[in-house]
């Protein structure tokens, strides 16, 4: 079943006619991990263009006195295309362990309108609508907000097999600090409909790689990264 629905949604990106060629630029960067105020690991992003396609994986490490608290090494990777100037997703894959199968699984086919989602080798099924963002492409809306001087838009965002609604608003010239460092940056803050959990993404000179990220849960310890390093 897997493999069918991955070639099904190879093929159509093979006989697409729309699809353009994107004007993302690939990137490694790398990041501290940080729960609370405690470092706990390193997280590695990479965006790499090949055959056509758009590959976004990230890969975290955990480090320090965390290691002997859990040997997870939580991965996540995304397949998408540019079509009409927008991204699209194809594939994404998230999991626990780099050296296993992937826990989660979902295919995007815009020929029928619908996610494929598969976890526990349980395939469910859900409708899939125009323009959709997950945690790798939501990076992308910055460039586009700050061009069109947009302060807020409302995205549909996938995640663990869902589809949430959200609303996503851009603040301009935030003062920050880190260390030693003192930073000015946009923020993009996102709410979602159906959770109580926000994001906040950190960005520099209009370019799509954050400078921070940080996951912000009512009664739980909030989980930041911060840049280190890109090229």
């Known amino acids: 079943m897997k493999k069918a629905l991955f070639i099904t949604v190879w093929a159509l990106w093979l006989f697409s006619q729309s699809s353009l060629a994107s004007e993302l630029t690939p990137f490694k960067a790398e990041y501290d991990v940080y729960r609370n105020?405690?470092?706990?690991?390193?997280?590695?992003?990479?965006?790499?263009h090949e055959n056509g396609l758009w590959n976004w994986d990230i890969k975290t490490e955990v480090q320090g006195f965390y290691r002997y608290l859990t040997s997870k090494r939580p991965f996540t990777h995304t397949l998408m295309q540019v079509v009409n100037n927008q991204p699209q997703l194809l594939l994404e894959e998230n999991g626990d362990y780099p050296d296993k199968p992937a826990q989660h699984t979902a295919w995007f086919d815009y020929r029928s309108k619908t996610v494929y989602s598969m976890k526990d080798q349980s395939v469910n099924t859900t409708q899939l609508p125009e323009k959709i963002y997950n945690y790798h492409s939501i990076h992308l809306l910055y460039p586009d907000m700050l061009q069109q001087d947009a302060p807020e838009i409302k995205v549909n965002f996938y995640r663990k097999g869902s589809i949430s609604p959200s609303t996503i608003t851009l603040e301009k010239g935030v003062k920050l600090r880190h260390k030693s460092h003192k930073l000015t940056v946009d923020r993009m803050t996102q709410r979602f409909e159906d959770s109580d959990k926000t994001m906040i993404y950190d960005y520099q000179n209009g370019s799509s790689v954050p400078v921070r990220i940080e996951q912000i849960k009512p009664g739980k310890d909030s989980t930041m990264m911060w840049r280190t390093s890109s090229t």
């Open 37 to 48: 105020t405690s470092k706990v690991g390193v997280a590695h992003f990479n965006l790499q």
